[in-house]
């Protein structure tokens, strides 16, 4: 019986090493992991706020080349870029880049409405289901991604509440006088 009592342990040690070695491979691969979607995040704010400032630069170059016949890209069908964007995107129809800008302005417009109205930290969950819904079919991504965007630019502000995550409108010195 002391064999099989001895067979046991060492099965018993040999998982138990095992467990071990996995528990930290994944802890180690869960820290990369995290550390990568910090990187990915900011790039993700940095490219927003790029495309928000300078728009789609094959659409910039498009304008250049048109302009000696005095039309624009977003009346020219075929033109570079349109077929690499999102169906949301490119189903505007003939207005090119101007309705979905107009779009994200009405996310915008509509959270900081919300932000400037509420006393008190609200998470992403609260921001999405106050708003109307014409903004709520963008999406509760676009509204998160807005928020975040806002938070970039020092608008809004973060704070983590255990695994839950609240916003607060920054006031600026004209929202203070008012």
Known sequence: MSAEADALE???DVYTHRVRDDLERVEAEIVRTEARLRALRADHV?????????????EATSAV???PRGRSSESEPGTSGTTRRPPARSSSAGTG?????AK??????????YLRASEQPVSVNDIFAALPAKVQASGKVVVRNTV???????????????KSVRYTLVPTSTEADV
């Open 10 to 12: 060492s099965l018993s």
């Open 148 to 162: 975040e965007a806002l938070v970039a630019k020092g608008t809004v502000v973060r704070a983590r509440e255990g």
């Open 46 to 58: 940095l490219l927003s706020r790029i495309w928000e400032n300078l728009g789609d630069p094959t």
């Open 65 to 67: 080349a048109a302009a």
């Open 104 to 113: 994200r302005g009405s996310v915008r417009d509509a959270v900081l409405t």
């Open 97 to 101: 880049r101007r309705a979905p800008a």
